[in-house]
């Protein structure tokens, strides 16, 4: 079955950075879009960002846009978000995600149990 995990969220000062991974299996990665999305507290699930099979087309939430770089490894089947100068409005639970469609509210046929970014000083 598919499943997708994610790693490396953590705590952050505001302008620091993470790196956020995702080792999925149970599907042929390299013919998927894949995505990731995030859920702030109290509101619904938002799109970040989204990277075509290959890897040349990303595509990035107005929010993110300049900050967040979306990148995969389809030898490794992982996908990656490196994230630069975080905000406090950055604070949420991020999902690697596929088979969405929409942006706010997004809706996802399959994301992981998420890995958590708080952005605070």
């Known amino acids: 079955q598919v499943q997708l995990v994610e790693s490396g969220g953590g705590s952050v000062q505001p302008g620091g950075s993470l790196t956020l991974s995702c080792v999925t299996s149970g599907f042929t990665f390299n013919s998927y879009r894949m995505y990731w999305v995030r859920q702030a507290p109290g509101k619904g699930l938002e799109w970040v960002s989204t990277i075509n099979t290959r890897g040349e087309g990303t595509y990035y939430a107005e929010s993110v846009k300049g900050r967040f770089t979306i990148s995969r490894d389809n030898a490794k089947n992982t996908l990656y978000m490196q994230m630069n100068s975080l905000k406090s409005e950055d604070t949420a639970l991020y999902y690697c995600?596929?088979?969405?469609?929409?942006?706010?509210?997004?809706?996802?046929?399959?994301r992981g149990q998420g890995t958590q970014v708080t952005v605070s000083s």
């Open positions: 995600a596929k088979d969405c469609r929409g942006t706010a509210p997004v809706f996802c046929d399959y």
